[in-house]
RNA sequence: GUGCCUGUAGCUCAACGGCAGAGCGCCACACUGUGGAUGUGGAUGUUGUGGGUUCGAAACCCAUCAGGCACCCCA
């Protein structure tokens, strides 16, 4: 094919999956707004320099949609949101009211290597508390996300939020006698248990510096997983996760670490527990330094990010998808021939000034050619408006989701379909 | 960026060196004033793209593009 395709990796929202973002959108707003989050967004092109500073090498070097501009810059489309976050509290930090809470919902990119699950192009829910250094913020952003799972369906048995603490498995590496400078190592030595052999994975640990006797001790710690209990911090969490109603949603899980080097404290990730997908729903913690990394005032911070991807994988893979209806418009007006055209033009005007969504056929046709358009754009009334109706001054009006119709006087047809529209459909 | 697998009708796939097919969907008609059901008929196409081998290529080889899996990274 000589037909310019799509560039690697972006997406294509055609109707049906526009209506999935849109939906994700709207439940994200739903679930933000509940805790009193406000929405907001930063730039979708930024200077790589944002990025340089903290983001790590990986993203900017690697992962980054990097271009010159016209006047020769470098300038990138944003692969993720934090950096811009920070620049503007830091802008603003003496004139806003804290503590804040805000949440974006914007596309990313990142070039990398597309499969499923991962696009180059993507959506990203962003939800961030500023201000406030403790547990129960932490919980209250697990409990944002957990609003989120519960209403677009998932129940525990689906989806998991795993919880640990960065701050704590420091101290208990510190306990095994591993000195500061590896436990970046060990941190992502843990990031990779579930995905080598255990007899590979004991040598790698061993490889990086650990003693034998340093790594059964890891071990067992990262079996432990009433672990938690011995943070005072994790027992804040776990007691405020209760109050706040999300608790059975939540597991303690030593061997969550994240790959991000910012976070501080509390970290988690939500997995679909049966699916096919082994990739994180959505993910965050605490990041208490970033702000005065880009030379803000010390500011403690807290959230997560969750991308479209996934999510709408899960969703699919899960029976979760919202019913499909192609048409904004409930109401057909048919068009009988070209001499009545206009009639059907002029009614569909009186219900679109009465408030209802109305499309008019565009081009007469036999009837049940629109009667089938009607049918696959699942509109629920169709109008017909023939020789007889016009002399008689009546429209029929009929109810497509059981077949049956009835004829009316004109005056009455606004009512009628309203009537309709407000009654169960049968299908 | 690396390794492996896969690209055939709108979709799911068959044909695996010898005339490109099926099911679903689509369109038309039965039904010139009524959709979903049924029946009958019809069109599906430069076999991802470009080159090579061969009398002959959808098939074999090379390149390229896209998708998938793993690594990497992460939403």
């Keep these: 094919?000589?037909?310019?395709?799509?560039?690697?990796?972006?997406?294509?929202?055609?109707?049906?999956?526009?209506?999935?973002?849109?939906?994700?959108?709207?439940?994200?707003r739903a679930a933000s707004q509940s805790f009193g989050y406000q929405e907001w967004d930063g730039p979708f092109i930024e200077s790589i320099d944002l990025y340089a500073a903290k983001s790590g090498e990986e993203l900017v070097r690697k992962q980054s949609f990097v271009f010159e501009d016209r006047g020769g810059d470098l300038v990138t489309l944003r692969p993720e949101l934090t950096p811009s976050l920070a620049r503007m509290i830091a802008a603003k930090q003496n004139e806003l009211t804290f503590p804040l809470?805000?949440?974006?919902?914007?596309?990313?990119?990142?070039?990398?290597?597309?499969?499923?699950?991962?696009?180059?192009?993507?959506?990203?829910?962003?939800?961030?508390?500023?201000?406030?250094?403790?547990?129960?913020?932490?919980?209250?952003?697990?409990?944002?996300?957990?609003?989120?799972?519960?209403?677009?369906?998932?129940?525990?048995?689906?989806?998991?939020?795993?919880?640990?603490?960065?701050?704590?498995?420091?101290?208990?590496?510190?306990?095994?006698?591993?000195?500061?400078?590896?436990?970046?190592?060990?941190?992502?030595l843990i990031d990779r248990r579930s995905k080598m052999e255990a007899a590979k994975w004991d040598a790698y640990a061993l490889e990086i510096g650990l003693s034998q006797k340093q790594l059964d001790g890891l071990k067992t710690l990262l079996g432990d997983f009433d672990l938690w209990k011995k943070s005072e911090e994790l027992v804040r969490l776990f007691t405020a996760l209760d109050a706040l109603g999300v608790r059975d949603y939540v597991k303690f899980d030593p061997n969550i670490m994240r790959g991000l080097l910012y976070y501080t404290g509390t970290v988690f990730e939500a997995f679909e527990t049966s699916g096919s997908l082994r990739r994180a729903i959505l993910g965050g913690g605490r990041y208490d330094n970033l702000l005065a990394d880009v030379g803000g005032k010390p500011l403690p911070a807290t959230g997560f990010a969750m991308g479209d991807v996934v999510i709408g994988i899960v969703l699919q893979e899960n029976g979760l998808l919202p019913e499909f209806v192609p048409t904004p418009a409930p109401v057909l007006v048919t068009v009988f021939d070209k001499t009545l055209s206009m009639k059907s033009y002029a009614l569909a005007n009186e219900l679109r000034r009465a408030g209802i969504n109305t499309a008019v056929y565009p081009e007469p046709a036999k009837l049940p050619k629109q009667f089938k358009f009607a049918d696959k754009m699942k509109m629920r009334v169709a109008l017909v408006l023939g020789p007889d109706e016009v002399e008689k001054g009546r429209v029929v009006v009929k109810d497509l989701s059981n077949g049956s119709q009835q004829t009316v006087e004109k005056e009455a047809t606004v009512q009628t379909v309203r009537e309709i529209l407000e009654s169960k459909s049968a299908r």
């Design 101 to 188: 809470r805000w949440w974006s919902f914007g596309p990313f990119w990142r070039y990398e290597q597309p499969q499923k699950g991962r696009t180059r192009e993507f959506f990203q829910w962003n939800i961030d508390m500023l201000g406030v250094d403790s547990p129960e913020a932490d919980a209250e952003l697990i409990a944002v996300a957990v609003t989120f799972l519960r209403s677009v369906g998932l129940d525990p048995r689906q989806a998991t939020v795993f919880v640990n603490n960065r701050a704590f498995m420091n101290s208990q590496f510190d306990v095994l006698g591993i000195p500061r400078e590896k436990w970046p190592d060990v941190s992502s």
């Design 1 to 28: 094919m000589s037909r310019i395709q799509a560039v690697k990796g972006t997406r294509e929202f055609y109707p049906e999956e526009m209506a999935l973002r849109n939906y994700i959108y709207e439940k994200v």
